[in-house]
């Protein structure tokens, strides 16, 4: 992961763009020394990484319970 500052970030920032775009690459952009905020390709914030891993690994019973107590709780919005 690349480190830019926020100055750096607000100059080049359609640079930035194109390498995330393109290039997949991540950037975390630090001001007055801190970590303030992540540049980063939006298919990495999918959920296709948390189907391989639970796919990987088979759950217990209780896990199991669990996410359907929570599946339950969950409201289903259809777009329209």
């Known amino acids: 992961m690349i480190e830019v500052t926020s100055t750096e970030a607000a100059r080049n920032f359609a640079d930035l763009l ?3 775009e ?3 690459e991540t950037f975390t952009v630090i001001r007055r020394g801190r970590a303030v ?3 980063a390709p939006v298919g990495l914030g999918q959920g296709s990484a948390v189907k391989s891993l639970l796919q990987q690994h088979m759950p217990d019973e209780e896990w199991a319970k669990d996410v359907a ?3 339950a709780l969950v409201e289903i919005q259809y777009r329209q």
Do not use: K, Q, S
Request: charged share 35%.
């Open 18 to 20: 194109d390498a995330v």
């Open 22 to 24: 393109h290039g997949g």
């Open 37 to 39: 905020a992540r540049l």
């Open 69 to 71: 107590e929570t599946r």
